[in-house]
């Protein structure tokens, strides 16, 4: 997986995974419930109990704690850290709050130190990493032990590259997490790099870079990056180019990972469940022997600063173009990116920053605007992104960011942005404190860039007037306009379709013919190591129970307290979910709840903005509920907030028109992207006239038609607190919280919400749709009904669904990626017979990515495993699924997030309390005939559609 500054998709609080399956409801929470353990020393494990249960005894914690002092007020430090004789150095956090472990090996070599020829190289070895050992002192791994030994244990693993490193991440319960150690070590010195695996591999890399050219924003980023950096091996993609890559050999890897791969170049990070004392000791066992190469040095990179401007326009079959503005910059090796995080909050991040409310309240330019930090090690880049209402305004919105640029560099950021700025990075911080794997990755990352692995910890310990003086010299060096640079992505202009076309058509013949020669003709090799790793038995694990009543108004509570970090979260589920939407209106939910963030009564837009993000809050409404997240000490202030806009808004003139051009804004977005749309498509057929078939953004002509009257009217109908359920969950405990609920929230009021009555749905015939855009890859969708979530059949399916498609922790050793491993027809593929399944059936759904020129291939593949899956599957294959969901529980308790979620979950299917605590028992009894006989019904090629999204030849559907 390549680590780019990626465009996240975020529709109406719906999140999607890379290949656009719906993450909430596609199991169990997501499938992120579930688990019994007990701690090393064999008792009862409650987590930290002082941290996860509400106590008498009371936190020192002082208003503005540092997080230092804040982590280290049970008396340990942050970070543990020891370096081993050979130069390996290891790091670790611990934390306890659920028995996971986070493990991330981080080696400072990324596709920077490759030279002439070895481009896409770095990447390529990340892949090949995964691929077997051989040789003398090693374990050995075959080609499939690392996936079946991760699958075997209930964990996962994955891998990333940057310019400027490479990690492999291994996450295990705790009652696993060491036999990531030997694995590791042997990684590090005895990769096999055969050229038959590579074979195969190469193929689905060559997907990957085909994925990454249609993710536009990235692709311009990328360009950008070229012309900035023209002597700087940042001028490269970190994949390389094709030709880069079709006549590497495994010996080419295995010279490059010899020189880089060694432990005086390497950082272990550990975050978890764990004692440092023991992690430092089973570090030394395991890898303190790996011989370093004392002689080893990185090369130097260079780069001619220079005055000048650069431009990248690209023309694409899009509807809603984009622009990106960008400075170059102090890279993170340089102080950190803090500061770039706090210019990020003063000019245009969240509603209340100068550009959002100058460029998209005021003048009206955008519809959209957003800043981050790219942060490479050597080079940064500062980017402005957004979507103008025009393409000729494109220099009108330049000279208004420049403007604002340049007055803080005359009169400097004034306190009050300042402390607006650090509140919302303080809030960043205590969620990840929340996060074992992004701990961890945090951790190694600044470690790995500048050698200072408390950087998270003491980032905001820097005096305001220190940094204020440090943002007005930046701005002044690097944000001049005379090296400002910037990209578009424009739409295709019609006359140059064709032209498009045959490029395409060029590339896919030149990638067949090359990669027809790289045939694989052996078969994945079985698993030896993995059949002598030992699979060890959960303990307990305490899960929370809430505290339940419900408010004068009718608002069911669910109430937690957590005193992992000094914040609360809150979310709100309305008994009128998204599929209320309108009828004869669609997208008016979505309006709506867009609206209620617009002004109220009592605030202005801007008004609002500053209360919420002036505190380091943060609030989203999405159709069918709310998400608020805030400070333990300004949780009356964010009741109070959250009452107003449920209850007041305002429904301005001016703001409706601002939403419905930001809504047909959203709309094009939507329809540029396959793979989110192609659900949509997909849902169209499954659920015909079926609430479930609604789209969420509406359409253009139903979204223009949208009045104040409607809006109003939808409001009063539908958010109301009957039939409504909060949950509640952070640092409570100076709190009465049904007493401060009743005062802030027990004038919310509305009216009773009517059931829908859902029509029935018929099991789908097998059909073909075709739907054309000119992408680089093609969505390829096989789709059918399933069952609805309180079906005594999901927990079969759920099952099978670890096995087939990789399940709740997304294994690399489900039968569809081993597809995959053998073929190359796809960088991924996604395999559930649960997807959305809820108060109504969800859908089976098997999803890729392939290029147009494996089309064929890959259905007849996939039509192959679906046809024959559950001919062969064994009872240690169930055995292991049972685990993984069993194992996988407790992530669901990670966050105050994830607790509230999980909370609501009970209560919205009416489950008991102690679900999660009986879980393992229901699971065991599960026997394979059942699981074959229920996969049976619904995995059946006669009963899935199937849906090609691409540069295919359009036709009416054939059922």
Known sequence: MIWYWQKRVVLCGVIFSIFGFFIFGTAELSGKIYGLKKNEQGTDYKGDKKIMKLQSEKSSQKKEQSIKDFVC??????????????????????????????????????????????????????????????????????????????????????????????????NFPTHHWKEALPIMADCMQHCAFKDDHLSSEMKAVIQELKLYRDEYVDLLLNELLAVIFPDHPYHYPIIGHKQDLWSVSGEDLRSFYKKHYIPNNATLVVVGDVDYKEVFALAEQYLGNIQPNKKYQRAKSYHADDISSKSVTLYRDIQQPFALITYAVPGLEKDGDYVFDVIAWILGKGKGSRLYSKLVDELKLVTSFKVSYVDLFEHGLFVFSFEPKKVEDFDKIEEVIQREIDSIVKDGAPEKELERAQKNVRIRLYNLLESAQGQAYEIGKYYTAFGNEQYIFTMLDEPLDLLADRIQKLLKMYFRPTVRHKGAVLSLPEEEKKELLRLQEHSDKEDEKILSARIRTSPIEPPVYAERVTIKDPGIFDFPKPEVFTLSNGLKVLTYCNTVTPKINLVIEFKANWYYDSTSKPGLYAFLTKMMMEGTEKYTVAQLADEIESRGMSLTIYPGGVIMSMLSSDLDKGFELLEEVLSHPRFGKDEIEKVRVQQLADIKNFWDEPRYFSNQLVKERIYKRHPYSKNILGTEESVKSITRDDLIAFHDTYI????????????????????????????????????????????????????????????????????????????????????????????????????????????????????????????????????????????????QVVATVIDDIKEEELANAKRAVVNSLTRNFETNMRIAQSFLFLDRYDFPRDFFDTRALTLSKISLDEVKEVVKKYLRNDALLVLRVGRIKEEKSKE
């Not at 596709?111 to 050995?140: C, N, V, W, Y």
């Not at 244990?153 to 492999?168: E, H, I």
Request: hydrophobic share 35%; glycine share 10%; with cysteine.
């Open 73 to 170: 007020r049970k008396g340990y430090k942050p970070v543990y850290k020891k370096v081993l004789k050979n130069g390996l150095t290891i790091l670790v956090r611990p934390i306890h709050t659920i028995p996971e472990v986070s493990l991330q090996i981080w080696y400072k070599v990324g596709s920077k130190d490759e030279k002439s020829g070895e481009r896409g190289i770095a990447h390529l070895i990340e892949h090949m990493i995964f691929k077997g050992t051989q040789g003398t002192g090693s374990l050995p791994l075959s080609e499939s032990d690392i996936n079946i030994v991760v699958h075997k244990l209930s964990g996962s693993c994955n891998a990333f590259t940057s310019y400027d490193y490479t990690g492999y991440i291994f």
């Open 720 to 863: 109301s607190p009957k039939g409504a359920c909060l949950a509640i969950v952070g640092d409570l405990k100076e709190y009465d919280v049904k007493t401060q609920l009743e005062k802030g929230l027990g004038t919310f009021t509305g009216s009773e919400i009517a059931d829908i009555e859902f029509p029935s749905l018929s099991v789908v015939k097998p059909h073909d749709i075709n739907y054309r855009i000119n992408r680089d890859q093609v969505v390829l969708c096989f789709a059918g009904l399933s069952i609805k979530r309180k079906s005594e059949d999901f927990d079969k399916l759920l099952l099978f669904d670890q096995i087939f498609g990789g399940g709740v922790l997304g294994s690399l050793h489900s039968r569809l990626f081993q597809l995959r491993e053998q073929s190359g027809l796809f960088y991924g593929i996604n395999g559930t017979l649960l997807a959305q399944s809820s108060e109504q059936p969800g859908m089976v759904m098997v999803k890729t990515l392939v290029s147009l020129d494996r089309l064929e291939e890959a259905e007849k593949a996939i039509r």
